[in-house]
């Protein structure tokens, strides 16, 4: 799963808004993307996370209004 990856998604940090619900996400070419109405309990399981753009990749691109 992981070699269908691309190097530019690959998530560098992110920053959670809890009263606005909205999660930035940082990859490592650069790319900032911003995510609306994430819940908290998502991005609580995106922290523990052992691979953060794996997850990225099922649970949260393509499943949120991106900016």
């Known amino acids: 799963m992981a070699s269908?990856?691309?190097?530019s998604k690959k998530v560098l940090s992110f920053?959670?808004?809890p009263d606005n619900c909205t999660l930035i996400i940082q990859?490592?070419?650069?790319?900032?993307k911003k995510y609306f109405d994430?819940?908290?309990t998502l991005v609580d399981?995106?922290?523990?996370a052992s691979d953060r753009t794996i997850f990225?990749?099922?649970k949260i691109n393509g499943y949120f209004r991106v900016q």
């Not at 990859?27 to 900032?32: D, Q």
């Open 4 to 7: 269908r990856l691309q190097f």
């Open 15 to 17: 920053q959670y808004d």
């Open 27 to 32: 990859f490592t070419a650069g790319i900032v």
């Open 38 to 40: 994430v819940p908290q």
């Open 45 to 48: 399981t995106f922290e523990k």
């Open 56 to 58: 990225y990749e099922e």
